[in-house]
């Protein structure tokens, strides 16, 4: 473990490649970390819960973390690695797991991969708000530099997803989105990825546990 601007994050900040989901999980002093409700205690156990073989399992994982690691758009220390976690994932075949309540903005059955990409978007997203001017962005001290010193990470794995054929489809891929007028929030982005914010609502599964990692 690591730390960076005195919040433990797993791995080294200046690392490129994908962590292995299983050592953010256990390399992480997660009780050291905060999110919206307090200690991140509870968040490996929302992370582990995204490759649950159960869809409203994982739909609900994904709620919880949203409203936690990412409230309103705001970053907390554990968003950090709980971004890691979620983008050495996306490869996983349990994130091609279809569910209508991913997002309340879209009711069409989607991947889990699709929604875990456009909320790895809205981190960046979040992350770049005040980088290049004097604006304050209302994190907490050395939160926002924690997220931006992995945003190269994030971006690896992203890039990988963004034009690589749907697995569930026989489609051809979307082509790259039109040049963006934006300033890129990923290094080296000549556009910008999807950065929708999402806000999921199921309803809270009985039984559920955290599926162990493989």
């Avoid at 709980?82 to 050495?88: D, I, K, P, R, T």
């Amino acid at each position: 473990m690591t730390t960076h601007d005195e919040h433990p994050i797993a791995g080294p900040a200046q690392n490129y490649d994908l962590p292995d989901p299983r050592s953010v999980i256990e390399d992480t002093d997660w009780a050291a970390l905060e999110h919206a409700y307090g200690a991140a205690h509870d968040t490996p156990i929302r992370l582990g819960q995204l490759l649950d073989e159960d869809p409203d399992v994982q739909a609900y994982a994904l709620e919880m973390l949203d409203m936690s690691v990412l409230h309103q758009e705001s970053l907390y220390s554990a968003t950090p690695p709980a971004a890691l976690y979620v983008a050495s994932i996306l490869d996983d075949p349990r994130t091609l797991a279809q569910h209508e309540n991913y997002s309340t903005w879209d009711d069409r059955p989607r991947p889990l991969r699709a929604v875990l990409l456009d909320w790895l978007g809205q981190v960046a997203d979040s992350a770049a708000y005040g980088e290049t001017t004097d604006e304050a962005d209302g994190n907490a001290p050395g939160v926002s530099d924690a997220v931006r010193a992995v945003r190269g990470t994030l971006h690896t794995a992203v890039s990988a997803q963004l034009l690589a054929p749907d697995p569930t489809s026989e489609k051809p891929p979307l082509p790259p989105p039109p040049h963006s007028s934006r300033r890129p929030i990923w290094p080296g982005a000549s556009s910008e990825p999807p950065g929708t914010f999402v806000d999921c609502s199921p309803r809270a599964p009985t039984g559920v546990n955290a599926p162990p990692l493989s």
